[in-house]
């Protein structure tokens, strides 16, 4: 999101922090109407949406954050790509980078999502198409400390431990925010 906001696409006013007002109140804008269309586009979908998007909620420029609950991660996550894809071709290999990682980590979501109760209790083979999202996001990922995943590790451990969790695999990744 602060790549987004920081970028200038928003609008440019001079000022950086008059910028970044604008800049969210164009991406609260912009994920009224997103949510409308993907309701639209998507009715058989239950979707978590914000209310709101604030300066608070996206804390400072040196202290960058997005506070939202879990389900609602979700929503911006692919609101996000969404903007990524609409502006990447004017940003530039940085937009291009983040659409990448953020559609490999959609992809393995979504893997885990339909695959509930497909994963075999004993299957390695069930941990070779979640890893493989993972093993493809990891290095779009690693350069970029904007990025708030606790740690690539823990992603890691969580499809090794796939074996240990069985269907319950999609419960244990409530930790991936963006």
Same mark, same amino acid.
């Given at each position: 999101?602060?790549?987004?906001?920081?970028?200038?696409?928003?609008?440019?006013?001079?000022?950086?922090?008059?910028?970044?007002?604008?800049?969210?109140?164009?991406?609260?804008?912009?994920?009224?109407?997103?949510?409308?269309?993907?309701?639209?586009?998507?009715?058989?979908?239950?979707?978590?949406?914000?209310?709101?998007?604030?300066?608070?909620?996206?804390?400072?420029?040196?202290?960058?954050?997005?506070?939202?609950?879990?389900?609602?991660?979700?929503?911006?996550?692919?609101?996000?790509?969404?903007?990524?894809?609409?502006?990447?071709?004017?940003?530039?290999?940085?937009?291009?980078?983040?659409?990448?990682?953020?559609?490999?980590?959609?992809?393995?979501?979504?893997?885990?999502? #339909?695959?509930?109760?497909? $994963? =075999?209790? @004993?299957?390695? %083979?069930?941990?070779?198409?979640?890893?493989?999202? !993972?093993?493809?996001?990891?290095?779009?990922?690693?350069? #970029?400390?904007?990025?708030? $995943? =606790?740690? @690539?590790?823990? %992603?890691?451990?969580?499809?090794?431990?796939?074996? !240990?969790?069985?269907?319950?695999?999609?419960?244990?990744?409530?930790?991936?925010?963006?």
């Amino acid at each position: 999101m602060w790549f987004l906001m920081l970028c200038g696409i928003y609008g440019d006013l001079g000022n950086q922090e008059a910028n970044i007002a604008v800049a969210i109140m164009v991406l609260r804008n912009s994920l009224v109407a997103w949510y409308k269309t993907f309701h639209r586009t998507h009715p058989n979908e239950t979707l978590t949406e914000i209310t709101d998007l604030t300066r608070k909620m996206t804390g400072t420029r040196a202290d960058k954050k997005l506070k939202t609950k879990g389900a609602e991660t979700w929503g911006i996550v692919l609101f996000l790509l969404d903007e990524l894809e609409k502006f990447g071709a004017r940003l530039g290999p940085e937009a291009s980078r983040l659409h990448r990682a953020g559609q490999a980590l959609v992809d393995m979501m979504v893997i885990w999502r #339909t695959t509930i109760g497909e $994963f =075999p209790n @004993t299957s390695g %083979c069930a941990r070779s198409i979640p890893t493989s999202c !993972i093993w493809h996001l990891w290095p779009l990922t690693t350069s #970029t400390k904007a990025i708030m $995943f =606790p740690s @690539t590790i823990s %992603c890691s451990i969580c499809c090794r431990r796939l074996d !240990i969790l069985g269907t319950q695999a999609n419960m244990h990744v409530g930790w991936m925010r963006v």
